[in-house]
């Protein structure tokens, strides 16, 4: 029933910015916390940013102070801006429900690299 899908990515270059989204339907999103997470080429997916319904966030310290998590309720759309980026910053960037979805959406590929 949730659908969950990421947009936004693509190659920038160290120090560059980019703003990725994501777009759910079939729950009640204004209700729910939302997350970002992030899955580097043989690693393991792990979380990097939420927001809860009350627009509190909360972030891992990898990411903190250089990327930023909003959300717009009447579009049922959550953001990512993200800055100053690094090439470790570099895998596929998802995003779902808090507690998660038993399901992923494809996510969005973000390469930071000159």
């Known amino acids: 029933q949730v659908q969950l899908v990421e947009s936004g990515g693509g190659l920038v270059q160290p120090g560059g910015s980019l703003r990725l989204s994501c777009t759910v339907s079939g729950s009640r999103f204004s209700e729910q916390s939302m997350g970002w997470y992030r899955q580097a080429p043989g690693k393991q997916r792990e979380f990097i940013a939420r927001i809860t319904n009350g627009a509190y966030t909360y972030y891992d310290n990898s990411v903190k102070g250089r990327f930023t998590i909003s959300r717009d309720n009447a579009k049922n759309t959550v953001y990512l801006q993200m800055n100053s980026l690094r090439p470790v910053d570099t895998a596929v960037y998802y995003c779902?429900?808090?507690?998660?979805?038993?399901?992923w959406g494809q996510g969005t590929q973000v390469t930071v690299s000159s």
């Open positions: 779902n429900l808090i507690p998660n979805a038993n399901y």
